[in-house]
């Protein structure tokens, strides 16, 4: 089993280079949350609400 390092490594030899773990966390968040939003909320605003969560837990 390849860890979550090798597996992101490999996807970034499919598409052809790097690949920013943002954008690539934000589009896995994206097929995650379609069910889980409100009217008022979209899954695109949902995930963007996470991942600045992440970014200010890491400071």
Same mark, same amino acid.
């Given at each position: 089993? #390849?860890?979550s390092i090798g597996q +992101? #490594? @490999?996807g970034e030899a499919a598409? /052809? /280079?790097y690949v920013d773990f943002a954008d690539l966390a #934000?589009? /896995? +968040? #994206?097929g995650l949350l379609p069910g889980t939003t409100t009217p008022d !909320?979209?899954?695109e605003a949902a995930a963007e609400h996470v991942l600045v969560g992440f970014? !200010? @837990?890491g400071r």
């Open positions: 089993m #390849r860890s +992101l #490594r @490999a598409v /052809g /280079g #934000r589009d /896995g +968040l #994206r !909320e979209s899954a970014a !200010e @837990a």
